[in-house]
Protein backbone atom coordinates (compact mmCIF):
# COMPACT_ATOMS: atom_id res chain seq x y z
CA UNK A 1 0.00 0.00 0.00
CA UNK A 2 1.58 3.42 -1.05
CA UNK A 3 0.25 6.75 0.10
CA UNK A 4 0.49 10.37 -0.64
CA UNK A 5 -1.41 13.33 -0.57
CA UNK A 6 -2.49 16.21 -3.47
CA UNK A 7 -3.94 19.45 -3.11
CA UNK A 8 -7.80 19.85 -3.20
CA UNK A 9 -7.89 21.54 -6.94
CA UNK A 10 -10.24 24.05 -5.25
CA UNK A 11 -9.51 26.19 -8.40
CA UNK A 12 -11.18 24.31 -10.51
CA UNK A 13 -14.74 24.50 -8.55
CA UNK A 14 -16.59 26.78 -6.02
CA UNK A 15 -15.49 25.62 -3.12
CA UNK A 16 -18.66 25.23 -0.87
CA UNK A 17 -18.63 26.40 3.32
CA UNK A 18 -19.21 22.79 3.49
CA UNK A 19 -16.28 21.55 1.85
CA UNK A 20 -13.95 24.07 2.98
CA UNK A 21 -14.61 22.25 6.67
CA UNK A 22 -11.65 20.21 5.73
CA UNK A 23 -9.20 22.82 7.09
CA UNK A 24 -5.55 21.68 5.02
CA UNK A 25 -7.51 20.93 1.85
CA UNK A 26 -5.25 18.31 0.88
CA UNK A 27 -6.55 14.55 0.05
CA UNK A 28 -4.94 11.19 0.87
CA UNK A 29 -4.52 8.97 -1.59
CA UNK A 30 -4.04 4.93 -1.03
CA UNK A 31 -3.37 2.45 -3.41
CA UNK A 32 -4.78 -1.06 -2.71
CA UNK A 33 -4.50 -3.88 -5.19
CA UNK A 34 -5.30 -1.63 -8.34
CA UNK A 35 -7.73 0.46 -6.44
CA UNK A 36 -7.17 4.06 -5.65
CA UNK A 37 -9.19 5.23 -2.59
CA UNK A 38 -9.36 9.22 -2.07
CA UNK A 39 -9.98 10.18 1.11
CA UNK A 40 -9.59 13.31 3.18
CA UNK A 41 -6.75 14.37 4.84
CA UNK A 42 -5.96 12.63 8.45
CA UNK A 43 -4.06 13.73 11.11
CA UNK A 44 -1.23 11.86 10.64
CA UNK A 45 1.66 13.82 8.41
CA UNK A 46 2.26 11.88 4.78
CA UNK A 47 4.87 12.48 2.09
CA UNK A 48 3.35 14.75 -0.66
CA UNK A 49 2.80 13.80 -4.20
CA UNK A 50 4.27 16.12 -7.12
CA UNK A 51 1.20 18.64 -7.65
CA UNK A 52 -1.58 18.00 -9.23
CA UNK A 53 -3.23 21.43 -9.76
CA UNK A 54 -5.18 20.92 -12.45
CA UNK A 55 -7.29 18.46 -14.37
CA UNK A 56 -4.63 17.37 -17.24
CA UNK A 57 -2.25 16.65 -15.18
CA UNK A 58 -4.69 14.08 -12.82
CA UNK A 59 -6.15 12.77 -16.15
CA UNK A 60 -2.50 12.49 -17.43
CA UNK A 61 -2.01 10.36 -14.01
CA UNK A 62 -4.77 8.34 -14.34
CA UNK A 63 -4.22 6.97 -17.93
CA UNK A 64 -0.43 5.49 -16.85
CA UNK A 65 -1.35 4.57 -13.45
CA UNK A 66 -1.76 0.75 -12.69
CA UNK A 67 -5.29 1.70 -11.03
CA UNK A 68 -8.07 -0.32 -12.36
CA UNK A 69 -11.36 1.90 -10.61
CA UNK A 70 -10.86 4.76 -8.10
CA UNK A 71 -13.00 4.94 -4.76
CA UNK A 72 -13.97 8.04 -3.16
CA UNK A 73 -15.14 9.29 0.22
CA UNK A 74 -18.62 11.66 0.22
CA UNK A 75 -16.50 13.25 3.11
CA UNK A 76 -14.69 15.06 0.39
CA UNK A 77 -17.55 17.26 -0.98
CA UNK A 78 -19.75 17.39 -4.19
CA UNK A 79 -17.46 19.89 -5.61
CA UNK A 80 -14.20 17.37 -5.52
CA UNK A 81 -16.22 14.37 -6.48
CA UNK A 82 -17.28 16.24 -9.49
CA UNK A 83 -13.92 16.79 -10.05
CA UNK A 84 -12.20 13.49 -9.82
CA UNK A 85 -15.57 11.96 -11.54
CA UNK A 86 -14.86 14.26 -14.81
CA UNK A 87 -10.75 13.59 -14.93
CA UNK A 88 -11.68 9.11 -14.32
CA UNK A 89 -14.23 9.85 -17.16
CA UNK A 90 -11.36 10.98 -19.54
CA UNK A 91 -9.37 8.31 -18.12
CA UNK A 92 -11.89 5.80 -18.65
CA UNK A 93 -11.22 4.78 -14.79
CA UNK A 94 -14.39 3.97 -12.97
CA UNK A 95 -15.22 6.07 -10.01
CA UNK A 96 -17.32 4.63 -7.07
CA UNK A 97 -18.68 7.00 -3.72
CA UNK A 98 -17.08 5.08 -0.76
CA UNK A 99 -20.24 3.32 0.95
CA UNK A 100 -20.16 0.95 4.20
CA UNK A 101 -21.60 -2.42 3.82
CA UNK A 102 -24.70 -1.91 5.81
CA UNK A 103 -26.09 0.89 3.52
CA UNK A 104 -29.16 -0.79 1.54
CA UNK A 105 -29.97 2.26 -0.36
CA UNK A 106 -26.59 2.64 -2.12
CA UNK A 107 -25.38 -1.12 -1.99
CA UNK A 108 -26.12 -3.86 -4.61
CA UNK A 109 -29.11 -5.55 -5.03
CA UNK A 110 -30.00 -9.38 -4.39
CA UNK A 111 -27.56 -11.32 -6.59
CA UNK A 112 -30.03 -14.40 -7.33
CA UNK A 113 -32.51 -11.64 -9.36
CA UNK A 114 -29.90 -9.57 -10.70
CA UNK A 115 -29.47 -11.16 -14.15
CA UNK A 116 -32.94 -11.18 -14.69
CA UNK A 117 -33.84 -7.45 -13.42
CA UNK A 118 -30.92 -6.53 -16.09
CA UNK A 119 -32.53 -8.56 -18.50
CA UNK A 120 -36.52 -6.86 -18.12
CA UNK A 121 -35.30 -3.67 -17.52
CA UNK A 122 -32.90 -4.23 -21.31
CA UNK A 123 -36.26 -5.09 -23.06
CA UNK A 124 -38.35 -2.30 -21.22
CA UNK A 125 -36.14 0.04 -21.90
CA UNK A 126 -35.97 -0.98 -25.57
CA UNK A 127 -39.36 -1.07 -26.31
CA UNK A 128 -39.95 2.02 -24.67
CA UNK A 129 -37.22 4.08 -27.03
CA UNK A 130 -38.84 2.18 -29.91
CA UNK A 131 -42.69 2.94 -29.36
CA UNK A 132 -41.93 6.66 -28.02
CA UNK A 133 -38.87 7.34 -30.77
CA UNK A 134 -41.38 9.52 -32.82
CA UNK A 135 -41.99 11.66 -29.78
CA UNK A 136 -38.29 11.82 -29.25
CA UNK A 137 -37.66 13.15 -32.42
CA UNK A 138 -40.44 15.64 -32.45
CA UNK A 139 -39.06 17.24 -29.26
CA UNK A 140 -35.30 17.33 -30.51
CA UNK A 141 -36.56 19.46 -33.55
CA UNK A 142 -39.09 21.57 -31.54
CA UNK A 143 -36.00 22.28 -28.85
CA UNK A 144 -33.95 23.06 -31.94
CA UNK A 145 -35.85 25.72 -33.04
CA UNK A 146 -36.00 27.12 -30.06
CA UNK A 147 -32.37 26.59 -28.81
CA UNK A 148 -30.17 25.12 -31.38
CA UNK A 149 -27.24 25.67 -29.04
CA UNK A 150 -27.72 22.36 -26.85
CA UNK A 151 -29.99 19.40 -26.29
CA UNK A 152 -28.96 17.41 -23.78
CA UNK A 153 -27.23 18.32 -20.06
CA UNK A 154 -25.56 15.43 -18.30
CA UNK A 155 -25.23 14.84 -14.80
CA UNK A 156 -23.33 13.07 -12.14
CA UNK A 157 -25.75 10.20 -10.45
CA UNK A 158 -24.83 7.16 -8.05
CA UNK A 159 -25.87 4.01 -9.15
CA UNK A 160 -25.71 0.83 -7.41
CA UNK A 161 -22.46 0.20 -5.08
CA UNK A 162 -21.89 3.79 -5.16
CA UNK A 163 -21.05 3.77 -8.89
CA UNK A 164 -20.97 7.27 -10.45
CA UNK A 165 -21.94 7.69 -14.06
CA UNK A 166 -23.33 10.14 -16.78
CA UNK A 167 -27.36 10.58 -16.61
CA UNK A 168 -28.21 12.35 -19.85
CA UNK A 169 -31.79 14.44 -19.72
CA UNK A 170 -32.86 16.81 -22.28
CA UNK A 171 -31.71 20.13 -21.31
CA UNK A 172 -35.24 21.29 -20.94
CA UNK A 173 -35.44 22.38 -16.98
CA UNK A 174 -32.00 24.31 -18.03
CA UNK A 175 -32.65 26.13 -20.84
CA UNK A 176 -36.28 26.08 -21.63
CA UNK A 177 -38.10 26.38 -18.32
CA UNK A 178 -39.60 29.49 -18.78
CA UNK A 179 -41.31 28.87 -22.04
CA UNK A 180 -44.20 27.01 -22.59
CA UNK A 181 -42.31 23.94 -24.06
CA UNK A 182 -40.30 23.68 -21.27
CA UNK A 183 -42.81 23.71 -19.00
CA UNK A 184 -44.46 21.31 -20.97
CA UNK A 185 -42.29 18.70 -20.60
CA UNK A 186 -41.27 19.27 -17.30
CA UNK A 187 -44.67 18.74 -16.23
CA UNK A 188 -44.68 15.47 -18.18
CA UNK A 189 -40.99 14.21 -17.09
CA UNK A 190 -40.52 14.11 -21.03
CA UNK A 191 -36.94 15.45 -20.26
CA UNK A 192 -36.19 12.37 -18.36
CA UNK A 193 -36.50 9.92 -21.52
CA UNK A 194 -33.17 9.81 -22.82
CA UNK A 195 -32.62 8.25 -19.01
CA UNK A 196 -33.32 5.14 -21.20
CA UNK A 197 -30.43 5.33 -22.85
CA UNK A 198 -28.48 4.94 -19.21
CA UNK A 199 -31.09 2.28 -18.41
CA UNK A 200 -30.03 0.19 -21.84
CA UNK A 201 -26.29 1.27 -21.07
CA UNK A 202 -26.88 -0.52 -17.21
CA UNK A 203 -26.09 2.55 -15.55
CA UNK A 204 -29.59 2.90 -14.04
CA UNK A 205 -32.93 0.76 -13.27
CA UNK A 206 -36.16 0.96 -14.25
CA UNK A 207 -36.94 -2.02 -11.50
CA UNK A 208 -35.60 -2.64 -8.26
CA UNK A 209 -32.78 0.65 -6.77
CA UNK A 210 -32.88 3.81 -7.94
CA UNK A 211 -30.23 6.42 -8.59
CA UNK A 212 -29.33 9.08 -7.10
CA UNK A 213 -27.87 12.96 -7.47
CA UNK A 214 -24.69 13.46 -5.93
CA UNK A 215 -26.38 15.93 -3.47
CA UNK A 216 -28.66 13.45 -2.23
CA UNK A 217 -25.84 10.25 -2.11
CA UNK A 218 -23.85 12.17 -0.13
CA UNK A 219 -26.72 13.45 2.29
CA UNK A 220 -27.71 10.03 2.93
CA UNK A 221 -23.88 8.95 3.91
CA UNK A 222 -23.75 11.59 6.05
CA UNK A 223 -27.16 10.86 7.54
CA UNK A 224 -25.30 6.81 7.81
CA UNK A 225 -22.67 8.29 9.78
CA UNK A 226 -24.69 10.68 12.33
CA UNK A 227 -26.67 7.47 12.91
CA UNK A 228 -23.92 4.97 13.67
CA UNK A 229 -22.07 7.49 15.78
CA UNK A 230 -25.12 8.44 17.59
CA UNK A 231 -25.43 4.26 18.07
CA UNK A 232 -22.38 4.32 19.24
CA UNK A 233 -22.37 6.82 21.96
CA UNK A 234 -24.97 5.23 22.92
CA UNK A 235 -23.62 1.61 23.35
CA UNK A 236 -20.32 3.69 25.30
CA UNK A 237 -22.61 5.38 27.79
CA UNK A 238 -24.28 1.71 28.63
Known amino acids: MTTSIIPALENFYDVTPQNQDLGSGYCTLLWRRGKLLVKPPGGVKLPYLASLNNQRSLVECLKHSPINLVSIDAKLGEGLLQFWADACEQAHKPIFLRISASNKQLKQGNQTWKWLQRTIDWIVAFSLLLLLS ?6 IVLMQIYSPESLFCYEWRVGERGRLFRAMRFSSTVNYNITPLGRWMHKYSLNNLPLLFNVLRGDMNLLGSRSWTLADAIQLIEEEYRIQN ?9
Not at 134 to 139: C, E, F, S
Not at 230 to 238: A, D, K, Y
Open 134 to 139: PVILGL
Open 230 to 238: TEFRNLSVQ
